[in-house]
C-alpha cells in the first residue's frame, strides 16, 4: 500500500482523491502478465522459472473464453479472441504503475498552474495600466494561456518604451524644505545598455562611485556607467537618501548663521 500525499485541482480533488485512494489500497510493487497460452493471469512480483512462475500475489485470472456478447466479436478467430485477453491483461498489470505516474503529473501539473496564477496576478497588479479589464485569471476555468500571451505582450511593450528612456530623476527627500533630485542616467555610445548615478549637471557633471562623487572627466565612462538599470535605480534611492541627510545639515547650518545673536552669544 503506497501513501497518499498528493493535490489535486479542486474541481476534480474528490474524485482524484477517491482514485488515490483504491490505487493505494491495491497490491503495491510491480504487476506482471504470465502468458500460458490457454489463459492469462495478472500478479504481483512475478518471477518466471523453469517449470512455470512464481509470485507474490495473484491479482486476477483471464479465462481463455470471456463472455462477449457483442456482435461484432461473432466472428472473431481464437486467436483474436485470445489476443484481447492477453491486451485485457496488460492493461490491468501496468495500471498498478500507471496510475500512481499519471496521478503524480496531474499533481505536478496542478501545483505548476497554482505557481503561474499566482505570479501572473503579481505581474498584472503591476503592469496593468489603470482603467483597462486585466486577464489575468482569478478563476480557474480561465484561460492560462491567453493570459499568458497577454503578459508577454505588455511585457514586450513596456520594454520597447523603455529603450526610449534616458534617465530616471529620484527626488531627493528631506525634513527642511529644500529641493534637490539625483539622476540615474544611461550611458552614452558603446555605454547604452549601461547607466549611471549622476547629479544630473549639464556641464562638469559627476557620477557616484565607491561612496562619493566624481566627475566624470576624471572618473572615465566606464567606471561611470558600470551598472544595470534595475542595480542603478536601487543605487540612486540609496544615495538620494544620503543627499537628503546632506541637505538638511547644509540647510540648518545656513538657518543657523542667519538667525540673530542675542546678547552674550545665545540665539
Given at each position: 500500500?503506497?501513501?497518499?500525499?498528493?493535490?489535486y485541482?479542486?474541481?476534480?480533488?474528490?474524485?482524484?482523491?477517491?482514485?488515490?485512494a483504491?490505487q493505494?489500497?491495491?497490491?503495491?510493487?510491480?504487476?506482471?502478465?504470465?502468458?500460458?497460452?490457454?489463459?492469462?493471469?495478472v500478479?504481483?512480483?512475478?518471477?518466471?522459472?523453469?517449470?512455470?512462475y512464481r509470485?507474490?500475489?495473484?491479482?486476477a485470472r483471464?479465462?481463455?473464453?470471456?463472455?462477449?456478447?457483442i456482435?461484432?466479436?461473432d466472428?472473431?478467430?481464437?486467436?483474436?479472441?485470445?489476443?484481447?485477453?492477453?491486451?485485457?491483461g496488460?492493461?490491468?498489470?501496468h495500471?498498478?504503475?500507471?496510475?500512481?505516474r499519471l496521478?503524480?503529473i496531474?499533481a505536478?501539473?496542478?501545483?505548476?498552474?497554482?505557481?503561474?496564477?499566482?505570479?501572473?496576478?503579481?505581474?498584472?497588479?503591476?503592469?496593468?495600466?489603470?482603467?483597462?479589464?486585466?486577464?489575468?485569471?482569478?478563476?480557474?476555468?480561465a484561460?492560462l494561456a491567453?493570459?499568458i500571451?497577454?503578459?508577454?505582450?505588455r511585457?514586450?511593450?513596456?520594454?520597447?518604451?523603455?529603450?526610449?528612456?534616458r534617465?530616471?530623476?529620484?527626488?531627493?527627500?528631506?525634513?527642511?524644505?529644500?529641493?534637490?533630485?539625483?539622476?540615474?542616467?544611461?550611458?552614452?555610445?558603446?555605454?547604452?545598455?549601461r547607466w549611471a548615478?549622476?547629479?544630473g549637471?549639464?556641464?562638469g557633471?559627476?557620477?557616484?562611485h565607491?561612496?562619493?562623487?566624481h566627475?566624470?572627466?576624471?572618473?572615465?565612462?566606464?567606471?561611470?556607467?558600470?551598472?544595470?538599470?534595475?542595480?542603478a535605480?536601487?543605487?540612486?534611492?540609496?544615495?538620494?537618501?544620503?543627499?537628503?541627510?546632506?541637505l538638511?545639515?547644509?540647510?540648518?547650518?545656513?538657518?543657523?548663521?542667519q538667525?540673530p545673536?542675542?546678547?552674550?552669544?545665545?540665539?
Amino acid at each position: 500500500m503506497t501513501e497518499n500525499s498528493r493535490t489535486y485541482p479542486a474541481r476534480h480533488a474528490a474524485y482524484l482523491t477517491e482514485v488515490d485512494a483504491r490505487q493505494a489500497a491495491a497490491t503495491d510493487g510491480d504487476w506482471g502478465v504470465y502468458d500460458q497460452g490457454t489463459m492469462v493471469e495478472v500478479v504481483a512480483g512475478l518471477q518466471e522459472t523453469d517449470t512455470g512462475y512464481r509470485c507474490r500475489r495473484q491479482i486476477a485470472r483471464l479465462d481463455e473464453e470471456p463472455i462477449d456478447n457483442i456482435d461484432d466479436h461473432d466472428d472473431w478467430t481464437e486467436e483474436q479472441d485470445y489476443a484481447q485477453l492477453l491486451s485485457d491483461g496488460t492493461f490491468m498489470a501496468h495500471s498498478r504503475t500507471d496510475v500512481p505516474r499519471l496521478l503524480d503529473i496531474v499533481a505536478e501539473q496542478h501545483q505548476r498552474a497554482e505557481t503561474a496564477e499566482q505570479t501572473l496576478d503579481a505581474v498584472g497588479e503591476v503592469i496593468a495600466p489603470a482603467g483597462q479589464p486585466r486577464r489575468v485569471p482569478t478563476d480557474p476555468d480561465a484561460p492560462l494561456a491567453e493570459s499568458i500571451a497577454w503578459l508577454a505582450d505588455r511585457a514586450e511593450e513596456l520594454d520597447a518604451r523603455l529603450q526610449l528612456v534616458r534617465e530616471f530623476r529620484i527626488p531627493v527627500k528631506n525634513r527642511l524644505g529644500g529641493y534637490a533630485e539625483v539622476t540615474v542616467e544611461r550611458g552614452p555610445g558603446p555605454y547604452d545598455d549601461r547607466w549611471a548615478i549622476t547629479d544630473g549637471a549639464f556641464t562638469g557633471k559627476r557620477a557616484w562611485h565607491d561612496g562619493d562623487w566624481h566627475y566624470i572627466s576624471d572618473l572615465g565612462a566606464a567606471a561611470a556607467y558600470a551598472h544595470t538599470m534595475d542595480a542603478a535605480l536601487t543605487l540612486g534611492e540609496e544615495v538620494a537618501g544620503l543627499e537628503g541627510i546632506r541637505l538638511d545639515k547644509e540647510i540648518e547650518a545656513l538657518q543657523n548663521s542667519q538667525s540673530p545673536q542675542r546678547p552674550g552669544g545665545e540665539q
